[in-house]
Structure formats: structure tokens, C-alpha cells
């Protein structure tokens, strides 16, 4: 009895959690026609539209001749980019920075940047948001979104009675509030208090 011969390829994924996969089988030998069992429950010779996993098939021939066998579709890993950027140090200048990091899917990586550039970073920035593509060499990519702020200087505890909603950076000034009764009519007024706490109480 002739055994059945199977010659196999695999297309892997191009892009992570694609689904475009493929098995192709070539069948000769054995009893026409042939039968076809896989794991995921197909009965087809060829396989298409395939998720990254191993697939199992099982061949029989007219003659009950027997061929399993089994075939892994492989997939990249994901195009993920990290950022550091540096802010502009002055509200109207141009001296911020992005220095973008990519990983993931297949190198080289091309970059298409909302300012029309194509390098991986960028510099002499003004404050502002920046757009990027990140594009693989299969044509894989992924998308963020960067922005670039203007560093404003001033007191950023929020509790601070100096508070300034606007500050990027603290610069040291905040001014620690000060609790007691703020009330001159009251007998136990503070004068060095800023922040009321309830605890005025008679009358002088």
C-alpha cells in the first residue's frame, strides 16, 4: 500500500493579531480521494484567514491510509514606541524635544511625523502636540500621540497659598498655609494664620 505524502508550507502573519495565515498542503501517494480532519474543526486541504497557533491535521485515504501532522503559525511581536520628552523651557520658545524609542514587530522602522518629518526624533519643538506613525518593513505600524508643554515656573501644591494652576515646574515658593482663627474680633485671633480652622471662639 502506497503511504500517503504530504508536502507542507506555512504562511506566518505579517502584523500582530492579524489573521491572515495560511496552511497549504500538497497530497500525493496513497488511495483518492483524500479525507481532512484539523483541530480547529476544518475539513478543507488548504487552510486561510488563520489566527497565530499550532494546527493538527489528519489525512485519510480511500484505502484508510493515515497522515497527521502539525503546523505552527507564527506571528511578530507588537510595534510599541516609548517617549522622553523634553519640554520647552520658556513659554514661546522652540527648544523642546521628543526622543522616541520603537520595539517590536521587524526592523527597519520608517517614522511619519505630523510635521512632515521622517527622522526618529525631533528637536527645535514648540509647545504643542505631535502626531507619529511608526511603520515596520511589513508595512506593520502603529500611531501616538506626543505632547510638547511650555515649562511654567511657580508653585504646584495645590494646597499652597500660592498655588499656581498654571505651573509645569515648582520652583520652591510655595507657601505652607498657616491654620487657626483668622477672626481680630475673636480671643484667640491669630495674626500669623492664613487659613481659618473654626476655632475663633468669645469676643474681645
Known sequence: MVPIIVSGSVADIACFGANNGAINLTVNGGATPYSYSWSNGATTQNLSGLSAGIYSVTITGAQSQTY???YTISEPSAITATYNVNNVSAIGGNDGSIDLTPSGGVSPYTYYWSTGQN???LSNLTAGTYDVWVVDASMCYTNMVVVVSDVVSGCTDPIADN???????DDGSCITPLYGCTDPSSCNYDSTATVDDGSCYGAL
Open 68 to 70: 497527521t501532522n502539525t
Open 119 to 121: 527622522t526618529e526624533d
Open 163 to 169: 498655588y499656581d494652576a498654571i505651573a509645569t515646574v
